[in-house]
């Protein structure tokens, strides 16, 4: 649904465009895997980030620009019709991560952003596929994009995690031969966000079988949605968090970021004139101390003992005499947070007790 053009003095590319902006000002690179720029598969992730309302422009990343001799690994939109092995693959695989292949890419990928900008675009991101996961994961190391994602990626580590400068977000399969469990766990424990898909194979999301393969199509569904929901959230303006020490009677419409510090507990007395709505106490904190929240029945899903979680829009309610932290309709608990609380203060504020004087 899109067309080729030249991007900068002669790199060739694809570029969708939305038909109705998301809103967002972002534009996604899409980084194609070891098949090439030829093969439609890739260029389909253009049309369907334009689809909802993203500027998306894939570069031909194997052109003689680059110095490859190969268009891409020999293929067609379903069948690698040459081994992924022997020596011929493993020179086409060293020439596309060389240090001075990096380089170019990287210019390359610049070229693309400033494309991106003159369709006027303010925030950026990458997505990459199998090796592409690689080269997004290399180009999010520059810090000039807001989000990138690895779909299927490989070569990755917890190094190379730590490298990039600003998010990224893995998606993966389990026993895939290029990403290993112990690859993945590993940036787990270093801070990354990663998706396993069970049962699917490397490259699932661009050469499964979608007309004859439930599964495989619905976990592609799945996973673009994921990246698409990934995109939008990265162009969010980032809360400003008050802190749990500086609460007091009259806080209202707070934003905080806490750690669960127990599991809900029924309240000791439940509150009078709530009809059949059960109250829960759970404490919570951050480093400038701690506080009991309270939460209905309807809002105890999720919340878990070592969880950190977002109270948007909460307030204090005082009740008999002791502060309590509450989130009413006008108010959201958010449970998928990005953001670690280290440590825990002391000074626990719902344990003070406040005397209300008469006007």
């Keep these: 649904m899109g067309k080729e053009l030249l991007v900068g003095k002669s790199m060739k590319s694809y570029y969708a465009a939305p038909k109705a902006k ?19 598969n890739c260029k389909y992730i253009c ?3 334009a689809a909802r309302g ?16 190969l268009a891409g690994w020999p293929t067609t939109e379903a069948e690698v019709t040459k081994p992924l092995e022997g020596e011929d693959f493993s020179s086409f695989w060293s020439a596309i991560t060389t240090s001075n292949y990096w380089a170019g890419f990287q210019e390359d990928i610049n070229e693309c952003i400033n494309f991106l900008q003159k369709k006027g675009c303010v925030h950026f991101g990458i997505i990459g596929f199998c090796w592409g996961g690689l080269a997004a994961e290399m180009a999010a190391k ?30 993966t399969v389990d026993d895939d031969p290029f990403f290993g469990k112990a690859a993945q766990d590993a940036i787990i424990s270093a801070g990354g966000k990663l998706k396993v898909f069970i049962g699917m194979k490397h490259g699932f999301m661009v050469r499964g079988d979608y007309a004859n393969d439930a599964a495989v199509k619905a976990a592609a569904d799945e996973a673009m949605a994921l990246a698409e929901t990934a995109f939008s959230n990265s162009c969010l303006r980032k809360p400003t968090y008050s802190k749990v020490g500086a609460l007091h009677p ?8 806490v750690k669960v510090l127990g599991e809900p507990i029924e309240a000791d007395e439940q509150r009078k004139g709530a009809g059949h709505t059960m109250f829960y106490d759970v404490a919570c904190g ?3 101390g701690q506080i009991t929240m309270s ?48 440590c825990i203060g002391d000074t626990d504020l719902s344990s003070l007790e406040f005397e209300v004087y008469p006007a």
């Design 22 to 40: 998301s809103g967002r000002g972002m534009g996604v690179v899409v980084v194609h895997d070891i098949f090439g720029f030829a093969l439609p």
């Design 47 to 49: 049309d369907y980030l």
């Design 54 to 69: 993203f500027d998306a422009v894939m570069p031909d990343l194997y052109s003689e620009k680059q110095g490859v001799d």
């Design 142 to 171: 520059s810090g000039r994009f807001t989000l990138a994602v690895s779909a299927h990626g490989c070569g990755h580590t917890a190094e190379t995690f730590r490298e990039v400068k600003g998010n990224i977000f893995y998606i």
């Design 250 to 257: 009259q806080s209202q419409g707070v934003t905080l970021l």
């Design 286 to 288: 951050d480093e400038t």
């Design 295 to 342: 939460l209905k029945d309807t809002q105890t899903e999720g919340i878990v003992k070592h969880k950190v979680i977002c109270v948007r829009n909460g307030s204090i309610k005082m009740v008999r005499g002791f502060m309590r932290l509450v989130v009413d309709k006008w108010g959201k608990l958010d449970r998928d947070v990005e953001g670690t609380v280290e």
